[in-house]
């Protein structure tokens, strides 16, 4: 079955960085775009950034544009998100999710478990 | 990239009906049929209940439906059970490989 597992968050100092990964199992990884989906304690889910399926196109909210960078590695399955520059709002629960047809972005069907990142002094 | 407005929250007996709204722009909801809803229950991650403004993917029971008219899109779940309590959120596309949420809708089953 269908698998998402994010890891990598932790407590970060404002202006740090910090990558998260996602491995992707039970499907072919390769073939489907992947996005990170946020949320701060207590708040809504805010849509961080999307990769096509083979890396070579990449966009961003407004909020984390110039900051943080989507990647993926098809060998090793996993998606990462390079995050830079952080800022005590980028506070959040980091989900990976995956869309629902391998040929298109929309429609989130597949989550992971999330993990949190915590932008403290 | 503004979010999508939803109710804070709604609230229902078991048995009765409640519709969530989600109201955006020309720019996302009304422009595009890329609606999706997620349900999510404290501390769990969303689960996928809507996609393509109105289809319901294997699994998801069909007293949730949903639909869409002009810059609004809806969900409405009939036959209200104790385990529907949770937060509900719909997604836009927003064109450009954008997409934005709603705020958020708590629903209790009182």
């Known amino acids: 079955q269908v698998q998402l597992e994010e890891s990598g968050g932790g407590v970060v100092q404002p202006g740090r960085s910090l990558r998260l990964s996602c491995v992707g199992s039970?499907?072919?990884?390769?073939?489907?775009?992947m996005h990170w989906v946020r949320q701060a304690p207590g708040k809504g889910l805010e849509w961080v950034a999307v990769?096509?399926?083979?890396?070579?196109?990449?966009y961003y909210a407004d909020s984390v544009k110039g900051r943080f960078t989507i990647s993926r590695d098809n060998s090793k399955i996993t998606l990462y998100l390079q995050m830079n520059g952080l800022r005590t709002e980028d506070t959040a629960v980091y989900y990976c999710a995956r869309p629902l047809r391998y040929f298109e972005t929309y429609n989130f069907d597949y989550w992971g478990q999330g993990t949190l990142v915590t932008v403290s002094s | 990239q503004s979010a999508l407005t939803q109710p804070r929250s709604v609230s229902g007996s078991p048995g009765q009906s409640v519709t969530i709204s989600c109201t955006g722009t020309?720019?996302?909801?009304?422009?595009?049929?890329?609606v999706s809803w997620y349900q999510q229950h404290p501390g769990k991650a969303p689960k996928f209940m809507i996609y393509d403004v109105s289809q319901r993917p294997s699994g998801v029971p069909d007293r949730f439906s949903a639909s869409k008219s002009g810059n609004t899109a809806s969900l409405t779940i009939s036959g209200l059970q104790p385990e529907d309590e949770a937060d509900y959120y719909c997604c836009s596309y927003a064109g450009s490989y954008t997409w934005v949420f709603g705020g958020g809708t708590k629903l209790t089953v009182l």
């Open positions: 020309s720019s996302d909801v009304g422009g595009y049929n890329y």
């Open positions: 990769i096509s399926y083979d890396g070579s196109d990449k």
């Open positions: 039970g499907y072919t990884f390769s073939s489907y775009a």
